[in-house]
């Protein structure tokens, strides 16, 4: 088993910068990967970054290219995602997914993940 929290959520203006945290306990997720999916109210949850822990190839959601950064810190076993010029659109209940499997790929839909944190809140105000 492995539990996820997330935290770092919180109300930001456009333009403005917001860091997400996943924190692991549980079993340790070296040789997988930990990917980030938003959901918007009304709307499906999507895929926006992903890394492999132990190579840290990433992948992003064209959406978010060039302004979110997803990372791990080893030590901490805890993923980042740094998001800088936030806009509206970027509001939405943010989800770290842990995906336990060894590859090569980085892992991009929801099917992929095993299992998955209970969300944190970003609101991005015009």
């Known amino acids: 088993q492995v539990q996820l929290v997330e935290s770092g959520g919180g109300l930001v203006q456009a333009g403005g910068s917001l860091r997400l945290s996943c924190a692991a306990s549980?079993?340790?997720?070296?040789?997988?990967?930990v990917g980030w999916f938003r959901q918007a109210p009304g709307k499906e949850r999507e895929f926006v970054a992903a890394?492999?822990?132990?190579?840290?190839?990433?992948y992003y959601a064209d959406s978010v290219k060039g302004r979110f950064t997803v990372s791990r810190l080893n030590a901490k076993n805890t993923a980042y995602l740094q998001m800088n010029s936030l806009k509206p659109e970027d509001t939405a209940v943010y989800y770290c997914?842990?995906?336990?499997?060894?590859?090569?790929?980085?892992?991009?839909?929801?099917?992929?993940?095993?299992?998955w944190g209970q969300g944190t809140q970003v609101t991005v105000s015009s």
């Open positions: 890394i492999r822990w132990s190579a840290g190839s990433t």
């Open positions: 997914a842990a995906d336990l499997d060894y590859s090569y790929y980085v892992p991009r839909t929801m099917a992929d993940y095993d299992y």
């Open positions: 549980g079993r340790t997720f070296s040789r997988g990967a």
